[in-house]
């Protein structure tokens, strides 16, 4: 039997280690924090607990190529519960919601009824969504590689993705505020600035629509930590070793081939190495780091999605709100070069499993690439204060729009970048691409040329990353290993 050395176990280690273990090999996953999942994560504080990595699941539904993948490393079974809640979204506006519902239909109803004036672009807005809502993530098996079966998408998929490109280029040269500027209502120009930003355009909105329009992008019932902990229980189960609290410090390569791992100084002899930690931090894993043309192109384009998370445990039940919701704040909150003109709220009030009855887990996420600004206030001793400031700041905020949190905070918990960064090893604490309306859709390979037993995956092997993303990467590594050593890959039942 083969041995592998997996590096990480965030959702991609996790799935090359299922597939890897499945397919014969003795797999034995390096973890550097005590937990599984990486950035599929949650945290206690008191009697609070905090989601801080998956809010929605591409292949939750049945219906969605991805879903079989999820179920075969154990992450959905029959017994787990996913939650469509509706709306998905609302933007109160002067007291009134304006709403983003999973069903394009009511979506569009509602919307018109709200602004009958831009019935038009309306109805142009929710035909975009529709053009995109069968496109699923392919599910594909490499070429050369042996399996048990052989993956075949659908060919409506191909119509579906030619939908998609056409989106794509047509709105490659519309700014998201020429987008905005089409309509007339200000609570649903105000919805769409708040669900996009500068950067990516309007088009990421419509894809994400789309996912929620065709009955995907549901959440699976306790959130990221029972999610993983199946994952983990099914790997385990297989026979599959994950050492807890051991970080790679060392990738060993001897005459062009990965031979081993080097771990708190000792050397762990192996036939392959998978790498699923980011694939723009895996300079430090070596002596002479890899140089490949493909590696060199992903630092270029690469953009980094990146997030400051709040988290509140309110001694209150915030049940009378929506799961989520989007005000506009009376003063925008600057934060390094980034201006917050709009706070996102995520409600937990309504899951017991975030909170006891009568209290609120909350969390809002600020975007934008701030990783200077908590790196600089970090090597100025400033780090603490600047959180303490920043969490007053939108406290402040939002107490103005619900005021039974005014002297009910019992928890408050902020984690930047550099949080994100320390936890997981990721490029500036980055856990997705971010899509950019020039940027290709590249997929990066999982293997290098003249390096053999080096394997990739992870989330940043293809944009916009994901959990879907990390989750294919690992099962593709696997199958690179596989037909390298004219191994059977054992598929999805
Ligand atoms: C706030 C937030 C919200 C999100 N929401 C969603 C969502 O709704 N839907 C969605 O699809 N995605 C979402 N994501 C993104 C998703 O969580 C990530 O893209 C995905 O989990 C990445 O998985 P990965 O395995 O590729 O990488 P990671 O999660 O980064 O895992 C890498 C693992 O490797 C370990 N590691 C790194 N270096 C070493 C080393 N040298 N030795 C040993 N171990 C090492 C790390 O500790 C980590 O466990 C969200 C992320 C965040 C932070």
Not at 50 to 56: A, K, N, R
Not at 72 to 89: C, M, N, Q, T
Not at 305 to 320: E, F, P, R, Y
Request: charged fraction near 25%; glycine fraction near 10%; proline fraction near 5%.
């Amino acid at each position: 039997m083969k041995k592998v050395i997996v590096i990480g176990g965030g959702i991609a280690g996790l799935s090359a280690g299922i597939y890897a273990r499945s397919s014969g090999f003795d797999v034995t996953i390096l973890e550097s924090h005590s937990i599984a999942g990486g950035n599929c994560t949650s945290w206690k504080r008191k009697r609070y607990l905090f989601e801080g990595g998956m809010h929605w699941l591409s292949g939750s539904s049945e219906k969605d190529s991805l879903h079989k993948i999820w179920r075969h490393v154990g992450a959905l079974d029959d017994g787990v519960k996913i939650h469509y809640p509706e709306p998905f979204i609302e933007y109160i506006h002067m007291g009134t919601p304006v709403k983003f519902y999973r069903d394009v239909a009511v979506t569009e109803k509602h919307l018109i009824s709200l602004s009958p004036k831009d019935e038009k672009e309306i109805k142009r807005m929710c035909k975009n969504i529709r053009r995109v809502r069968n496109l699923s993530m392919p599910v594909t098996d490499i070429s050369g590689v042996k399996a048990t079966k052989k993956m075949h998408p659908p060919i409506t998929l191909l119509f579906s993705a030619l939908s998609a490109i056409y989106l794509i280029k047509s709105f490659s040269g519309v700014s998201r505020e020429d987008y905005i500027n089409r309509f007339s209502h200000e609570g649903l120009r105000n919805l769409i600035r708040s669900c996009t930003n500068d950067k990516s355009g309007v088009a990421p909105l419509f894809f994400t629509m789309g996912t929620l329009a065709r009955g995907d992008g549901g959440f699976p019932e306790g959130g990221s930590l029972p999610f993983v902990e199946r994952i983990v229980k099914k790997y385990t189960a297989l026979g599959g070793t994950i050492l807890y609290n051991t970080r790679a410090d060392r990738v060993l390569v001897e005459n062009g081939k990965a031979t081993g791992v080097m771990a708190g100084g000792e050397r762990m002899p192996t036939d392959a190495v998978i790498i699923s930690a980011d694939t723009m931090a895996i300079d430090q894993l070596f002596e002479t780091p890899p140089r490949a043309v493909w590696l060199d192109e992903m630092h270029k384009v690469t953009e980094p999605t990146m997030v400051v998370l709040i988290s509140l445990g309110v001694d209150a039940s915030l049940k009378n709100y929506p799961r989520a919701f989007i005000f506009k704040l009376d003063k925008p909150i600057v934060l390094a070069s980034e201006t917050y003109a709009y706070l996102s709220v995520n409600n937990y009030a309504h899951d017991p499993h975030y909170s006891s009855e009568g209290k609120t887990a909350l969390t809002i996420q600020l975007g934008g690439d701030t990783y200077d600004f908590w790196k600089k206030a970090k090597e100025e001793n400033r780090y603490k204060e600047e959180k303490q400031k920043l969490a007053e700041e939108v406290i402040k905020a939002l107490a103005g729009h619900i005021s039974e949190i005014d002297g009910r905070i019992e928890v408050c918990d902020v984690a930047t970048p550099l949080t994100y960064e320390r936890y997981c090893g990721n490029w500036k604490g980055s856990w997705m691409t971010e899509m950019t309306p020039t940027m290709k859709m590249k997929i990066y390979p999982s293997a290098m040329k003249g390096l053999s037993g080096l394997y990739f995956a992870g989330q940043r092997l293809m944009p916009p990353g994901g959990l879907p993303v990390a989750l294919l990467t690992g099962r593709t590594a696997v199958q690179y290993l596989c037909r390298d050593t004219g191994t059977m890959f054992i598929s999805e039942d």
